[in-house]
């Protein structure tokens, strides 16, 4: 098991992505504290994972709630191996119909969440010589329509991680990047609100369908959050198919 007694914060860990990295990595030996906004799919959380998982009900733009799950990966587990900064909220809507909200919405929850945590991180992912695994989109690189708030925080969170990368290596710790695509919840609800856009996304990915959370996303994070990725940092790991950027 590549990941065995290993601690992990997930962030939006309790469903979608989060919960298939929250899966896979209890399946490959790792622990995991699981924060989330959402207290039921927490609830859901702690009985499917018993010790082996904590649940953290909180808002990821909270920085309190960075602190919160660092201690509690402490206390519960002894320390932090690794951080997965997945949970990220927008709303899609024309550039000009875009409010101050919803720029506000999309940034704390993406961007500045990303940087509480792995402020909050850095001590502990120093001692283990730990990774990270940051969240960005295809969306963003191919300019999708509707998605300039949410596009914006995704290419600066990229943009950071790269430097991040490049000023923690000389201490050990290894910072990434997925752009996934996945079946989810969220991706379901935008599904039904804006079909045409789905359905012209599913024609252009080569592999002819949206992924798996955990079969076909969450073994790539885990691949970057192991020792089998020693030797990679500030990269982009595409898990989508193969997607095409027609938008
Ligand atoms: N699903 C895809 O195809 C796709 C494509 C590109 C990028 N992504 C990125 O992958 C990541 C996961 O996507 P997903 O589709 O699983 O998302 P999702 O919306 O299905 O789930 C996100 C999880 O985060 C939680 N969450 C939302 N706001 C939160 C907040 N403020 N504080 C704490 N928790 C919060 C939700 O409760 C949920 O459990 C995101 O960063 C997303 O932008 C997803």
Redesign the pocket.
Known sequence: MKLENQTFIV??G?????LGITRRIISEGGRVVA????AE?GERVVEEFGDRARFIQ????DTQVATTAVAESVEAFGGLNGLVN????SRQKPFLELEESDWSLSFS?GFQATLNFMRAAHDELVKTKGSVVN?G???AMGGQLGQASYAAA?EAIRGVSRVIANEWAPEGIRVNIV????L????EAWSREHPAQYEETVATIPLAR?GD?ETDVAPVVTFLLSADAKYMTGQTLMADGGIRKLY
């Open positions: 962030t939006g309790a469903s979608g992505i989060g924060v989330d906004i959402n799919a909180g808002d990821v733009s997945n949970a990220h909220a929850t969240f989109s295809g969306a995704k752009s996934p695509l996945a989810t919840p969220g991706v949206f959370p």
